[in-house]
């Protein structure tokens, strides 16, 4: 991906030099492999730090509510629908940004990557355009990208950025939405889907990670922190407690959600919680057409009222 990594450290080294902007967050090589850093630049010469490949997962949008300077941002397809979401809710402004749009092929899982490894220590690892060449002290494998991508990333509709000032490469082929994993959860009886979301939430340790990646998640207190009243219980051991924290944590997301995936990636136990995130994106789009972040004249799907809305809830069958 040496030439859209090029056209990034051009573009934010042209944006720096014209002080246009006062800061590029892009991506940088993180100290091991297969691991990409966020990272802040703010002199031209600085640029060639700028990297691009699979491994640039973190959703930048986090970096960007409430900032006063002018900002360069390089984004992906879920960075940008995240950017236009808080554009919405008056988080971001959008004339202190300026947008370097990269179209994404997907972002690699690295847990998947470990797997094909068995194990072993990968101690080089290098992106082509569709592959990934892996070094350890004993072996080198090489992995077809497709095989090894995040589900966010497989299952994603808008790899091209949805808003930008500047695009440096060509749009990639966009894929079509594909709920067939939530359509099975929804098959299950009641019990079936209380017991797996309990299997899955036992493994939960309430660090909150998959509440700080989200950048719709910004509230200045959770209400997981509140001690009066006191909503959920410290410990994590408490299923019905963590599931309590989630299904709050999602319903504020409802309508709101871009299925970036940044929770789940984030997730140090490996819990499956885009089921719960793309069930609401599911419902969102079937009840009221909505999808988030995709165009700004779209206002929020729960921040309108019409009288044909469908009320299911309201109904007694």
């Not at 879920?78 to 990269?102: F, H, P, T, W």
């Not at 220590?121 to 569709?130: F, G, L, Q, R, Y």
């Not at 072996?139 to 497709?146: A, D, M």
């Not at 997730?267 to 057409?289: H, N, Q, S």
Request: hydrophobic share 35%.
């Amino acid at each position: 991906m040496s030439g859209i990594e090029n056209a990034v450290q051009d573009a934010a080294k042209k944006l720096l030099a014209e002080n246009k902007v006062d800061v590029v967050i892009g991506f940088a090589q993180g100290s091991q492999p297969l691991r990409s850093t966020p990272a802040f630049i703010r002199k031209p010469e600085e640029a060639e730090k700028l990297t691009w490949n699979c491994t640039c997962e973190n959703n930048l949008a986090n970096y960007l509510r409430k900032k006063e300077q002018k900002i360069g941002v390089v984004v992906k397809g879920c960075d940008s629908r995240s950017i236009l979401a808080l554009m919405k809710e008056n988080q971001i402004n959008r004339d202190n940004l300026y947008i370097i749009g990269v179209p994404c092929s997907g972002m690699i899982d690295r847990k998947q990557v470990a797997d094909l490894c068995e194990g072993k220590e990968i101690i080089a690892a290098e992106c082509t355009d569709d592959a990934l060449v892996l070094k350890g002290h004993d072996f080198e494998k090489t992995v077809n990208i497709v095989d090894v991508l995040h589900r966010s990333c497989a299952a994603c509709t808008h790899k091209n950025p949805v808003i930008y000032d500047e695009m440096v490469a060509e749009a990639v082929t966009e894929q079509k939405e594909d709920f067939a994993d939530i359509e099975a959860f929804e098959a299950k009886s009641t019990a079936e889907r209380r017991a797996y979301l309990s299997q899955e939430l036992s493994k939960c340790i309430r660090c909150y990670a998959c509440r700080n990646a989200c950048p719709m998640c910004y509230c200045e207190q959770c209400f997981v922190d509140c001690s009066t009243p006191e909503w959920v219980g410290k410990s994590a051991s408490d299923i019905q407690d963590n599931m309590l924290f989630q299904a709050v944590r999602v319903f504020h997301g409802a309508g709101r959600c871009t299925d970036c995936g940044a929770c789940e990636r984030a997730c140090p136990m490996g819990i499956d919680l885009r089921i719960l995130t793309r069930k609401l994106v599911k419902d969102a789009k079937e009840l009221f057409d909505a999808e988030a972040g995709v165009k700004m004249e779209d206002k929020p799907a729960l921040s309108t009222f019409e009288s044909d809305d469908p009320q299911p809830f309201l109904v007694k069958e």
